[in-house]
């Protein structure tokens, strides 16, 4: 998600991740609004996933769509009540392959 802000998380010598509990909240708050979706099947191109998730889903309002290869994409919505929405209204497909 373009959003997120890691904020300063490296040591000084760059070995140790720090974390910083107000930004892991913050970051946290945004996720709640978002799901990890697969299309199963052929390597469906990131392009194709996105025209046709836009098609089915955009009844639910604007969403963003990160792709995080294999198939595997980060859809973050506006509502928090969308992704429960999408995951009992399925199936869903993506170029006749499973979502």
Same mark, same amino acid.
């Given at each position: ?10 040591? /000084? ?12 909240? /913050? ?7 978002? +799901? ?10 990131? =392009? ?7 098609? =089915?889903?955009? +009844?639910?309002?604007?969403?963003? +769509? ?34």
């Amino acid at each position: 998600m373009e959003n997120l802000d890691l904020g300063n998380f490296l040591s /000084e010598d760059g070995l140790v991740v720090k974390l910083h509990a107000e930004k892991e909240m /913050e970051n946290s708050r945004r996720l709640d609004k978002a +799901i990890v979706v697969k299309v199963f099947g052929d390597n469906t191109s990131f =392009q194709s996933i996105c025209v046709d998730l836009r098609r =089915q889903w955009s +009844i639910f309002g604007n969403f963003h +769509i990160t792709g995080l290869r294999l198939g595997w994409v980060l859809c973050s919505f506006e509502n928090d009540s969308v992704p429960d929405k999408i995951l009992s209204g399925g199936p869903w497909f993506v170029k006749g392959h499973v979502v």
